[in-house]
């Protein structure tokens, strides 16, 4: 279909005509296809890329790689936890991560209209329960089917794979371990480390032997009764959301601040939310131990936990501990020190260049790996995308890890994109900063009367560049389907100016951005007395 010829092909990847082909040479993207970037030139590799890791960056990348004629291998090996959960193809949001959250997420708002529905007319029967049991079933059944897919899309788009663990042995060789013990042996011209995270541990007796992370939780066979959730992360914050949206007792164990890396005038107003709706907060207390009381599917424990900010010492018991303190990256074991990739020895993370490269130039890292990026699956899937991209089409499109949109499904869900107020007075300086911000009350609220000044909805503009918005922030109900939006349009540039102009959708709680007209600085009344 090339309207010119010749048609040329550069190391198996097709440039196209004359045209494409000089456009190629003066763009300089085909000096970037015959440099083979830290491989050694007229040598023989089994493939052309390994990409080891299963999970969202790592299957979007291979695939794109193939897309361009390229021989890939695939490694995707889940170890088990403590307690022996293990999972299929497709990483933490398909398996342990996104999808069940979301899911569970929606069986606590289906539990909340069920309340509501009364108001509206709907005559309710008998006492509503829900099934433990008949949910994971549901939820776990889903998930089987996006691994069984993941599987097929590998093979239509020419890519192979195997369920066995990745480890360096030698520059440009790797060895991969099945769960039988059979040992193989692979090389390649070039390497992308895609191995994610996994739930960190207290370190503490009884953690590993009693306590579940969110690995085991959204597979759990039963019901996790009286649950202690320990930490202030998203992870922690969204399952006890949920856990208490489906009537469990429970109570978050909080080091320090809550969502840590997050705006925290939002984050909270998510804890204070939460704790109006039933959720008990213990503030500045870790565990120090972890005893099995009873045995049982739930059993029962009992958690010691100290003071950090004095000697006090207290006690609970909980038929569940559920430990979100964070997640390690999974690079220690991967055999990275034999071929010379340099980690951050603390946290293990890689660092890389502003192509995902690390400081060996034929290895490459994508995801929950990198250091000082997003740990977000869309970042990930879209990073592994332009990488390929790069290394294999000619592109030289690079990741933007700044306007990324992210939503925290607690049970007001928190929507943000661009920069946390913190983060916008610390880079432009607090006289360069407008932010204004208003209450707002859903109209679905209303009628059940409940929850009125509690969504929230800020924009931080940045003065000297047209108050173009530089940050977008929403506590409301479906946050995650209005901030996608409003991304896009602050990829764009958005000013204020253009958000006043906009026409809102009314009633819709994504109207108040249209009309915010109330800054911070003033300190002028933004509480609402009607939808």
């Known amino acids: 279909m090339e309207k010119s010829v010749p048609i040329v092909f550069v190391r198996q990847s097709k440039v196209g005509g004359y045209d494409k082909t000089l456009q190629a040479h003066k763009e300089g993207g085909l000096s970037k296809l015959l440099d083979v970037k830290g491989g050694a030139k007229g040598h023989s590799y089994d493939y052309d890329l ?11 990348a291979s695939k794109e790689a193939a897309k361009f004629g390229k021989r890939v291998l695939v490694l995707d090996f889940v170890v088990p936890t403590p307690l022996g959960t293990r999972w299929g193809l497709g990483g933490t949001c398909v398996n342990v991560g996104c999808i069940p ?20 007319g709907w005559q309710m029967g008998e006492k509503v329960n829900h099934k433990w049991e008949t949910m994971v079933e549901a939820v776990q059944n889903y998930i089987g089917s996006l691994n069984w897919g993941y599987r097929v899309s590998l093979r239509e788009n020419g890519v192979t794979y195997e369920n066995a663990y990745g480890e360096f042995v030698e520059p440009h060789k790797i060895k991969t371990t099945n769960n039988k013990g059979i040992e193989k042996f692979y090389t390649a011209e070039r390497f992308l480390i895609a191995t994610g995270e996994r739930p960190r541990y207290l370190g503490i007796p009884g953690d590993k032997e009693y306590c579940i992370t969110s690995d085991d939780l959204f597979s759990l066979a039963y019901c996790p009764g009286k649950t202690l959730v320990v930490g202030a992360s998203y992870v922690a914050l969204e399952c006890a959301g949920f856990l208490a949206g489906l009537g469990l007792d429970v109570t978050v164990m909080v080091r320090s601040i809550l969502l840590r890396g997050f705006d925290q005038d939002m984050a909270n107003k998510v804890g204070e939310y939460m ?15 972890v005893e099995q009381i009873k045995k049982g599917t739930p059993g029962l424990l009992r958690v010691t936990a100290h003071s950090t900010e004095s000697s006090e ?10 430990l979100a303190i964070g997640r390690d990256a999974c690079t220690r074991k991967i055999g990275l020190d034999k071929v010379g990739v340099k980690i951050n020895e603390k946290t293990g993370k890689i660092p890389v260049n502003d192509a995902e490269q690390t400081n060996v130039p034929y290895i490459y890292a994508i995801g929950d790996v990198l250091e000082g990026k997003l740990e977000l699956t869309p970042v990930a899937i879209h990073a592994g995308k332009l990488l390929a991209r790069r290394l294999y089409g000619g592109s030289d499109i690079k990741c933007d890890y700044v306007n990324v949109p992210t939503t925290v499904f607690t049970p007001m869900e928190y929507g943000a994109c661009g920069y946390s107020e913190e983060k916008a007075i610390e880079k432009f300086g607090a006289d360069n900063i407008e932010v204004y911000h208003s209450y707002f009350w859903p109209l679905e609220w209303t009628v059940p009367s409940r929850d009125n000044n509690k969504c929230y909805a800020k924009i931080i503009c940045n003065i000297p560049d047209k108050e173009r918005v530089i940050g977008f922030h929403v506590l409301g109900p479906n946050a995650g389907e209005v901030t996608q939006g409003f991304a896009a349009a602050i990829k764009c540039g958005m000013t204020k100016e253009q958000l006043d102009s906009t026409i809102g959708i009314h009633p819709v709680c994504a109207e108040v951005f249209t009309t915010l007209s109330v800054t911070k600085r003033s300190g002028g009344n933004v509480l609402q007395s009607g939808c």
């Open 275 to 289: 704790e109006e709706h039933g959720i008990k907060f213990i503030r500045k207390f870790v565990p120090t131990k």
């Open 313 to 322: 010492e207290i006690r609970g018991e909980y038929n569940t501990v559920l």
């Open 101 to 120: 959250k979301k899911l569970m997420h929606q069986t606590a708002l289906l539990g909340q209209a069920i309340k509501d529905a009364p108001k509206f």
């Open 50 to 60: 390994i990409v080891i890791g299963g999970g969202s960056g790592g299957l979007a």
